[in-house]
């Protein structure tokens, strides 16, 4: 017996390399690894508030290079002058291009724009109306603006591709009533839209649609980050949870009309739904007479119509994508409703 | 000084041509790639209620940021430590603030400031074990009943076998042949799929090579330098059983370190059919370890020497599986039982390979039995 231990007199050595490697693993791995029963991790899990999706850390103006809480309430109305025959002319200056846009906290995107912004600018003129747009390409792609609408087939930006660098001028009559998405129509048409080349033409029928206390634009789309041709974010008027971040201010009884367009890529279907409350929806807003009064609506690409509401009690209100996937990707915004002072 | 001199010149010539290199801006061959290649490694996920804890690893070429983080297309709120970005190879811990759910699976996805996504996902969601006393006990206790007990129970068989003849001690040392080989290529294929999981700079298939390599090397040459001491039979039968148990230790080892960190995230399969399956299989290696030593009188001692030797590393190995994060490690430990158990194989081969042109057919028999035996046990854990 004795002979056998000697023999094995190796054993001490391998006991002793496995607890040396044992020990420095344990090492190296502590000071690699951080703690993992940290008081810091149990403030999120005791936290009162009400579980939300979201970033930790906001998105700025500054980071994003437009101002999303503007763009809702801004209306290119155009340059108003008089044709010689008495039709009222308007003239829009649209300029595509490049720009780097913080879409999440330190996540940087090339979008591709309509003057600066996406969407684009709101085009907005009367039924009737000549429209001039001076259309200059200042990216390195080609691109196009092409209108819904009723137009000459020359004027549908389609087949005349405007080269980098070069310009092109749409003339058209403002035709029909409603709200109408236009965007680039190069191929590969997904990616041209999905970059952030859409915006908003809404034409008024003669005399107006009946006076309302605020309008607003939202043009509901999606980021796809990875250009895997699947969105990674979704939002109303391009920047993920940037309403919720940046709730809209309203008050009590004032009646809003909402113009909604949906440029969603890679995804069939969008959808709006609004909290406690309901709305008179005037598909496509080609009818002064609502369709439907209800809480929720659902388009497909292009597809848009016209919201009117108004709240009576004082609060928070959601209003997303009842899609709820996209809504916790993004597509999420809140109305804070206050006494009118 | 006239060597050193000579040895420095080729470093000399190669610091010109670096600063050569350097001074005409890469001789355009500095391109930029068009998105930024980045790379990042999931080592650890930890789930405490209402957080969800990933400890990440750059492995790419440049410092990483993380942008958003989306789990089961949710964007959630998380923090970082350390804050600001990853350096290259570095670690960080994220700690997502999410409402998980026992038994939910759950996709991250993780996108840096590039815009370069990562994925993980969580199998089947449930709290991490915290570590603690009643959490190693509990290590202990499974890398008692799979690896220690089987390895003694095996050993157990020693009276039985004494009782047979030469020709079946030559096909019991076969079989044993037959079970290290099986057990070193699946050592090797897990290692494979573990370093699948690796980063590139850990560089997997040369850390696989690197380990097996050496614990072969190092095994073998051990082996010789007793050789040339001791060289009656006993003696070589005594060192045959040690170094088997050894081989046979190291690929518990590496076993137990994958039972241990399955455990830790709750992924592990411990169901009593698994356990028993486990104990089947290495009962087996506990036959192994005491084949050489049929034809002699081992003591007591000896003997629990070497079922310890053979078995007791599965509890190390539960341990390091559950309290150490680098996957790097694990591959590396089961290249080393790879490398170990085969050279056992090798020297048990030599051993009785003078027998072979006597009982050819008792080896071959032997050698295949070995492997179909691990093959069969094997269904029951696999």
């Known amino acids: ?341 | 000084m006239k060597t050193v001199i000579l040895f420095l010149i080729p470093l000399a010539l190669l610091g010109g041509v670096i600063a050569l290199f350097i001074l005409t801006g890469g001789a355009g061959l500095d391109d930029k790639p068009a998105a930024p290649v980045e790379s990042i490694d999931f080592e650890r996920i930890q789930l405490h209620e209402g957080s969800i804890t990933l400890t990440i690893r750059n492995t790419g070429q440049e410092p990483v940021n993380i942008g958003y983080i989306a789990i089961r297309d949710l964007v959630a709120e998380y923090t970082v430590r350390p804050s600001g970005g990853i350096p290259r190879m570095g670690a960080a811990t994220v700690t997502l603030a999410y409402p998980w759910v026992e038994g939910e699976a759950y996709e991250i996805l993780l996108f840096t400031a590039n815009a370069i996504p990562f994925t993980t996902s969580i199998e089947a969601a449930t709290e991490t074990l915290p570590i603690s006393l009643s959490t190693l006990l509990g290590f202990t206790l499974i890398g008692l009943y799979v690896g220690v007990l089987p390895v003694f129970l095996g050993i157990f068989w020693l009276p039985a076998l004494r009782r047979l003849g030469p020709k079946a001690f030559t096909w019991l040392m076969a079989l044993t042949i037959g079970l290290l080989i099986f057990l070193g290529i699946d050592a090797i294929a897990e290692a494979l799929e573990k370093a699948g999981e690796l980063g590139s700079p850990f560089q997997g298939p040369g850390l696989i090579g690197i380990g097996a390599i050496s614990a072969f090397m190092l095994l073998d040459a051990l082996s010789k330098r007793r050789a040339m001491a001791n060289c009656d039979e006993v003696s070589t039968n005594e060192r045959i059983a040690l170094r088997i148990s050894m081989g046979i230790g190291l690929h518990n080892l590496g076993e137990g370190l994958a039972i241990g960190s399955a455990f830790m995230l709750g992924e592990a399969n411990l169901g009593m059919f698994f356990v028993i399956g486990f104990i089947l299989q290495n009962i087996t290696e506990g036959l192994g370890i005491i084949a050489p030593l049929v034809k002699q009188k081992p003591s007591l001692k000896y003997l629990g020497l070497l079922g310890l030797l053979g078995g007791g590393p599965a509890i190390v190995g539960t341990w390091l599986g559950g309290l150490v994060t680098l996957p790097a490690l694990s591959v590396v430990f089961l290249a080393l039982g790879a490398g170990a158990v085969l050279e056992v194989a090798f020297e048990i081969g030599k051993f009785i390979a003078k027998k072979s042109s006597t009982l050819p057919l008792t080896i071959c028999s032997g050698v295949i039995f070995g492997m179909g035996l691990l093959y069969l046990t094997g269904f029951l854990i696999k």
């Open chain 1, 1 to 341: 017996m004795r002979m056998a231990i000697r023999k094995s007199s190796i054993l001490p050595a391998w006991i002793a390399a496995l607890v040396a490697l044992l020990v420095c693993t344990i090492i190296v791995s502590c000071s690699v690894a951080a703690p993992t029963n940290d008081p810091h991790i149990m403030d999120v899990s005791t936290a009162h508030t009400a579980f939300m999706p979201g970033y930790a850390r906001d998105v700025d103006v500054n980071g994003i290079g437009f101002d999303p809480m503007a763009i809702l309430e801004d209306f290119d109305n155009g340059k108003v002058s008089t044709l010689p025959d008495g039709r009222t002319l308007r003239e829009y200056w649209i300029v595509s291009e490049i720009m780097i846009v913080e879409v999440a906290p330190g996540v940087f995107y090339e979008a591709w724009t309509y003057n600066g912004r996406v969407p684009g600018p709101t085009i907005r003129a009367t039924e009737g109306d000549m429209l001039r747009i001076y259309f200059t390409n200042a990216t390195m792609h080609p691109h196009t603006m092409h209108f819904h609408g009723i137009h000459p087939g020359a004027m549908d930006g389609v087949f005349e591709p405007v080269l980098p660098g070069a310009s092109f001028v749409y003339e058209f009559e403002a035709a029909p009533v409603g709200v109408h998405p236009y965007h680039c129509h190069i191929m590969p048409l997904a990616s041209h839209i999905s970059r952030g080349l859409y915006g908003t033409f809404i034409v008024d029928p003669k005399g107006g649609r009946p006076q309302v206390d605020r309008e607003m634009v939202m043009v509901m789309s999606g980021i796809d980050l990875d250009f895997d041709n699947a969105n990674d974010l979704y939002a109303v008027n391009f920047i993920p949870f940037y309403y919720d971040k940046h709730p809209i201010q309203i008050f009590i009884g004032e009646r809003l009309r909402i113009y909604l367009v949906n440029m969603l890529e890679f995804d069939a279907v969008n959808s709006f739904h609004l909290h406690a409350n309901f709305f008179d929806y005037y598909p496509t807003g080609t009818s002064l007479v609502p369709a439907e009064y209800t809480d929720t609506i659902s388009q497909v690409q292009a597809q848009r119509g016209i919201l009117e509401f108004s709240y009576q009690f004082p609060g928070k209100y959601m209003f997303h994508a009842h899609k709820t996937e996209f809504a916790e990707l993004g597509w999420t915004g809140i109305f804070e409703v206050r006494e009118k002072p």
